[in-house]
């Protein structure tokens, strides 16, 4: 999907040449799953998410069948690559939750921050590769771009059904109180403040400081870069990150947790300023990995937390409520990029928004204490947790 995703920035930007047309783009994302997250983690509570990841891949697949045949068919309209893209943002809607409700499935308490860590390193290679591979694949030709992210995403549908590990006891006697069951998931997520600071500081950093929307911009008209640089450029903050998640396999943060994150988080920003006024490809591409490798580390200790403080009964509907806050992060991040961008400049939209970042750290600071002040990830474990017998 991170080689298609390049494809269709790059693509958007050629056609229209303007950074909202690029804003749009994540706002197409985000819509469908803004509407969807909620009620899919409600499902991924009620049946097994090895099934709900299964059927969103087989959605993604058709969305990347429609952009082959966009670029088949020679199309010079950029709202058809729209409408796909809120198919394919559907999908995610379903397979955002279901997918980080399923690790403590598969893994031991004690083994879970670890796992997280893995599962990190695993997916920040996928995002080195994905888009490397995107922009090169773009250079000799959109239609091999979308046809490989087709058939990724079928291999990926059939994997999941060989899945093992603990399965979810489907509940569909829970139909009829729906509702209230996705109300008391965002009740829970309300009442802790340790998961409300932790996911809501991640939803306005990146909202504020990702850049990632607009580097087709950066790549073509500051930078002179074209396609395949393009693909480095978005490839460079899943190196940091990846090396980061190596790193923490070997040695997890065990203490003082809180006040690392926010750091970690601080250091995004800055990271996010320096890429902003680079007109050098080797500086912008060593500032995107230090924000990788803080976002690394600042998704692992909030992932952990998250994932410690949440009752097993609760999973879907908690990491629905992340999902929503990820996406807004990301893609409606993306529309807040292009809108200021087309508004006061590329330059001064990215600045910006790493002063905002710096900004979102400080007051997060005043206004969730008991996340600064966390010290071990374990003791956020709820009393009578069953990760909490596990884990003792």
């Known amino acids: 999907m991170l080689v298609q995703s390049v494809s269709v920035g790059w693509q958007v930007y050629a056609l229209t040449h303007s950074p909202l047309a690029l804003g749009i783009v994540g706002l197409a994302e985000f819509v469908p799953m803004f509407l969807l997250a909620l009620p899919a983690g409600e499902l991924a509570d009620r049946f097994d998410p090895r099934r709900i990841i299964t059927l969103a891949s087989l959605l993604e697949t058709l969305a990347s069948g429609l952009l082959l045949l966009f670029v088949l068919t020679h199309q010079a309209s950029v709202w058809p690559l729209y409408a796909v893209i809120l198919l394919y943002g559907s999908a995610r809607g379903f397979s955002g939750p279901a997918g980080r409700a399923l690790l403590p499935f598969l893994v031991p308490p004690a083994k879970l921050p670890r796992s997280l860590a893995s599962a990190s390193s695993i997916t920040q290679l996928a995002v080195i590769a994905g888009p490397a591979l995107g922009g090169f694949a773009y250079a000799l030709g959109p239609a091999f771009a979308y046809g490989g992210a087709l058939v990724a995403s079928l291999a990926s549908a059939a994997g999941m059904l060989f899945l093992g590990g603990r399965r979810v006891t489907p509940d ?62 978005r490839s460079a903050p899943a190196f940091g990150g990846a090396l980061t998640a190596v790193y923490l396999t070997r040695r997890p943060i065990e203490r003082n ?104 750290v400080a007051i997060w600071m005043r206004a969730f204490p008991p996340l600064r002040t966390v010290d071990r990830m374990r003791e956020v474990i709820p009393a009578g947790s069953s990760l909490r017998a596990e884990a003792g």
């Open 172 to 233: 569909p006697t829970a139909l009829a109180g729906r509702v209230a069951r996705v109300r008391e998931g965002l009740r829970f997520v309300r009442s802790r403040p340790v998961v409300y600071g932790a996911i809501s500081l991640d939803l306005f950093a990146v909202l504020l400081g990702g850049a990632v929307s607009l580097l087709p911009i950066y790549a073509r008209d500051i930078v002179h870069v074209g396609p395949t640089g393009l693909g480095l450029l």
């Open 257 to 360: 947790v809180g006040g690392v994150m926010f750091a970690a988080v601080a250091v995004f920003g800055i990271g996010t300023i320096v890429f902003g006024v680079s007109t050098r490809f080797g500086l912008s591409l060593a500032a995107l990995a230090v924000t990788g490798a803080a976002d690394q580390i600042s998704v692992y200790i909030r992932s952990a937390l998250v994932q410690f403080a949440t009752p097993d009964a609760m999973r879907g509907r908690v990491s629905a409520v992340s999902t929503l806050f990820i996406s807004a992060s990301n893609e409606l991040g993306g529309f807040e990029s292009g809108v200021t961008a087309a508004l006061l400049g590329t330059v001064p939209a990215v600045v910006l928004g790493g002063v905002g970042t710096l900004a979102v």
